[in-house]
């Protein structure tokens, strides 16, 4: 990947303040990110990739803006 490629990236670490990215591999290091709305530690899940809390029904997709609801 270039340099220009990881600079447009970075300018979206706002919503990936929690979630380690390896650029070399593509692969998403997940942190245990708790739930905004409930505390509950989330769960990771795929296609798309995604934060889902169980509890309460939270879901914060990854590598997009962030949906509220
Ligand atoms: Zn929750």
Do not use: F, Q
Not at 8 to 25: F, I, N, P, V
Not at 52 to 60: D, V
């Amino acid at each position: 990947m270039s340099e220009e490629e990881v600079k447009k990236k970075k300018k979206k670490e706002g919503a990936w303040r929690l979630y380690e990215y390896d650029y070399k591999t593509g692969k998403i290091t997940l942190k245990n990110k708790k739930c905004p709305r409930c505390g509950k530690i989330t769960a990771h899940h795929h296609n798309p990739e995604r934060w889902a809390c169980g509890a309460c029904g939270y879901t914060e997709y990854i590598g997009k803006e962030t949906k509220k609801s």
